[in-house]
């Protein structure tokens, strides 16, 4: 996989959270960017796309099990963990200020707190039927469903005979069918990761894919297929009683993603110009994606309150505020994040050396692998060692 393909996937990275981000702040404000403020849930499914593509390939590269779980914990970890603490401040200190902003919701006791944050911290607060927000965060339902996914991943690869079908079967049980529901769109990015290492396609073909599944995902906005879909398949919808309606439209979502992917890759080379030049851009989009997907929602919240606690319900301050100042602090946030992961590897390092649950040698594997890590060869470039050090700075 070439730089041009790598720089492509981190600006759909970046794209899938703006798109969230624009739809959110479309709800609170009433006024919708046309095209792209519809398209926030769809935007979720491109997440889960290019995990699929990306996880497959760095799993195939880690030694074993521990070294890939630690590497998906500090990821993980590394935003959630402050998003989940700033969550419980912001909306304690908001709902303060002015308790309309998040009406319907009621104020959080220390015990809802408490619940709530651990069994997200630790990605159960989607299994089975399960259902549970830390506070305004509503985001995190998302990364119970990718954390499973990984595990599903994990129990696959590296376990062998019996074994394996065991653990994949433990994951799964543990996860349930609301997140079973939406591992196909996963896999979807799992096997394009293949179809793209494979050789041989033109790039007409390339073309095609590429631009006609961008003139679907417009059509699909502009035409709100979602709605459209579950009336010419009511029996199915009617039966999918998952909350984020993964079918039918999510499947759909998940393909158009799948098919721009695999285009674009056939004719990367043509763009190779055009990416480089805005490759500092798009890789500090990609870098704030996960801090800006996950500390946005709140943050909406935050400052609706503070606005309404200065009599400011709407107008042109309103909107400007609700777009422009989360998006701001957000972006900052997840900077600081990408910064300070290392702490959470050598804790994680400590517990697996006290428990003796693997090697006894302490792993010095740094994992939040860049996206450009995972996409390249191996061997060193001067670009890469650039990258590399601006990323452990």
């Known amino acids: 996989m070439n730089r041009s393909l790598s720089s492509y996937l981190n600006l759909l990275r970046f794209l899938a959270a703006l798109a969230v981000y624009v739809s959110h702040a479309g709800y609170f404000t009433k006024m919708r960017i046309p095209y792209v403020g519809n398209m926030g849930s769809e935007a979720v499914f491109v997440f889960f796309v290019l995990s699929g593509m990306l996880i497959t390939f760095s799993g195939m590269k880690q030694p074993d099990g ?21 969550t419980m401040v912001w909306d304690t200190i908001g709902q303060s200020i002015s308790l309309d902003a998040y009406s319907p919701m009621q104020p959080y006791n220390i015990f809802k707190w408490v619940a709530s944050l651990g069994l997200n911290a630790l990605f159960l607060n989607q299994v089975w039927h399960a259902n549970i927000y830390p506070g305004t965060n509503g985001p995190f339902w998302s990364l119970s469903y990718e954390f499973w996914y990984y595990m599903i991943f994990a129990a696959a690869v590296y376990f062998s005979g019996k074994k394996k079908y065991i653990a994949i079967a433990c994951a799964a049980a543990i996860a349930g069918p609301d997140i079973l529901v939406g591992l196909p769109i996963w896999l979807l990015g799992s096997a394009i990761h293949f179809a793209v290492a494979r050789r041989g396609t033109s790039a ?10 961008i003139v679907a995902a417009l059509a699909f906005s502009a035409f ?10 009511p029996g199915i919808a009617a039966g999918a009683k998952w909350k984020v309606g993964f079918w039918p439209a999510s499947y759909l979502i998940g393909v158009l993603v799948a098919i721009n992917i695999y285009g674009f890759s056939r004719i990367a080379d043509r763009f190779q110009a055009v990416l480089q030049r805005f ?23 935050f400052i609706k309150a503070i606005l309404y606690g200065a009599k400011l319900t709407s ?23 990408e910064r300070h992961k290392g702490w959470i590897g050598k804790l994680i390092d400590q517990v697996h050396n006290v428990t003796r649950l693997g090697s006894s040698t302490p792993v010095k594997n740094d994992v939040a692998i860049p996206l450009d890590d995972l996409l390249l060869p191996p061997q060193p470039s001067p670009s890469v060692a650039a990258d590399e050090e601006r990323l452990s700075g």
Do not use: K
């Open 66 to 86: 521990y070294a890939f779980l630690r590497a998906r914990l500090v990821r993980l970890w590394s935003v959630c963990l402050p998003a989940l603490v700033l």
């Open 204 to 213: 007409l073909v390339g073309w095609t894919f590429w631009l006609g599944s």
């Open 224 to 233: 709100n297929a979602g709605p459209v879909l579950a009336e010419t398949f």
């Open 279 to 301: 490759a500092w851009p798009i890789q500090v989009g990609a870098d704030i994606s996960f801090g800006l997907y996950l500390f946005h929602y709140p943050l909406m919240y």
């Open 315 to 337: 107008g042109p301050v309103f909107v400007a505020a609700i777009y422009l100042v989360p998006f701001l602090v957000a972006a900052w946030l997840a900077l600081l994040c």
